[in-house]
């Protein structure tokens, strides 16, 4: 059976749950490994579990609080697009519906919302 926390913690060095370690996988990642972690999900995707709180949401969602970061922390524009059209496509692909509407703050004023938020919202757009 795929355990993607322990393969994560091998391969990328994302540190392990502590015991009733809430929200992991916003709290673990590294945002300079943001590609890492996509590379990651693209080479174990047919492995993961995608029940409705699955590996891919999971992961899908570190690599998200990743881009956020970056978007915080950073100012490599084009890096972060690239990234971001990355993580579009496995979103799309995988229907990962529950994550992108979480990160679209959906009825939440911008000022209280994350920065990939905007990025969220209009993906979600274009799936109403």
């Known amino acids: 059976m795929f ?5 994560l913690n091998e391969e990328c ?3 392990l ?7 992991w996988e916003f709290c673990a990642g590294d945002y300079t490994r ?13 492995e993961m579990d995608s029940n409705r709180w699955g590996d891919k949401e999971l992961l899908s969602n570190m ?10 922390f950073t100012n490599d524009k084009d890096y972060i697009d690239k990234l971001w059209l990355e993580t579009r ?12 509407v979480y990160w679209s703050c959906v ?5 209280y919302c994350f920065l990939i ?7 979600l757009r274009k799936l109403i």
């Open 3 to 7: 355990d993607l926390v322990t393969r």
């Open 34 to 46: 943001t590609e890492d972690y996509i590379e990651f999900y693209k080479k174990y995707s047919d």
């Open 63 to 72: 690599i998200i609080q990743g881009l956020d970061d970056m978007l915080r």
């Open 107 to 111: 009825g939440q004023p911008a000022e």
């Open 117 to 123: 938020t905007p990025r969220m919202r209009e993906l």
């Open 13 to 15: 060095g994302v540190r």
């Open 17 to 23: 749950p502590e015991k009733d370690d809430q929200d």
């Open 89 to 100: 496509k496995i979103l799309l692909d995988d229907e990962l519906y529950n994550v992108i």
